[in-house]
């Protein structure tokens, strides 16, 4: 299987909007999730265009009904990739029924989490006041794919005071991969929310994920081959003309400054800017 880190993305998702005072953990869970559906009341269908890297990407989201943790039918939304970029065939690195299982998945991840989380306390996450709740000792173990398991540990969550909707979200585990054990923590920074056009939903427009302890040492190897390279190609950039440096920056600008903070030991970042989303 090869759901593990989808799952994870897709837990930041699931989290949105206002009540004026939250007396503990599960009152701002429940008023998230009850404010969430409030805001998405009557959309059945909605797609996001986004870019990443440079590269501009159409992902739809659709209604569906999964079994939640108590075997009770819960409506949520799940991703659906048009059949232009679906991977086929059986060695795809995901396939249509992942979705589904991620829809479900994530419902019973926010349900362990509303059950297990306590309220820290109010903090300002980019200037925003801000619900941290934090949940420890999961103990959720899920297969990463070709024999890998990630066990996730704890959840920090923090939730904006006024609008209920997730600003930040990062998750503690250990990933075992090949035998090696290593701790492995992603974040996701939700920013710019706004109204979305023809509807009540009111969605994050620029996601920041981080992610730490992913790379073997097999990749440690390849991304400090990666490192010379770079070397080599900053070399490369400084001999070039002004106009066709700066269209080679304009071109690959996010993917070398990805590469870079990879080379740098940084962990992985992706950011994904929303172009627009469009209710159906």
């Known amino acids: 299987m090869r759901k593990s880190v989808p799952i994870l993305i897709s837990l930041a998702c699931i989290l949105v909007p206002p009540v004026s005072v939250a007396a503990d953990a599960a009152d701002v869970i429940e008023k998230v999730l009850e404010l969430q559906e409030e805001r998405r009341e009557g959309v059945d269908r909605y797609v996001v265009e986004q870019k990443v890297m440079g590269q501009i990407t159409t992902i739809v989201f659709e209604r569906t009904t999964v079994t939640g943790p108590d075997g009770e039918p819960v409506e949520t939304f799940q991703m659906v990739l048009p059949d232009s970029v679906m991977p086929s065939g059986e060695d795809a690195a995901v396939a249509r029924e992942d979705f589904d299982d991620m829809a479900q998945e994530s419902v019973h991840t926010i349900a362990e989490f509303g059950d297990s989380a306590t309220l820290v306390g109010t903090e300002s996450i980019d200037g925003n006041d801000a619900y941290h709740l934090v949940a420890n000792d999961l103990n959720r173990v899920r297969d990463f794919g070709e024999g890998g398991t990630y066990t996730l540990q704890t959840i920090n969550a923090w939730i904006d005071t006024d609008k209920y909707v997730p600003l930040r979200l990062t998750m503690d585990g250990d990933l075992d991969t090949d035998g090696e054990a290593r701790p492995m923590t992603m974040e996701i920074n939700n920013q710019d929310y706004r109204d979305v056009p023809g509807s009540n939903m009111y969605e994050s427009y620029r996601q920041i994920m981080r992610m730490n302890g992913v790379m073997t040492d097999e990749t440690k190897a390849q991304v400090e081959q990666a490192r010379i390279q770079l070397e080599e190609f900053d070399q490369q950039l400084l001999e070039m003309p002004q106009s066709q440096r700066d ?20 962990g992985l970042e992706i950011i994904t800017e929303v172009v627009s989303i469009t209710v159906e």
């Open 247 to 266: 269209m080679m920056m304009s071109m690959m600008g996010e993917q070398i400054e990805m590469m870079r903070k990879l080379a740098a030991g940084d």
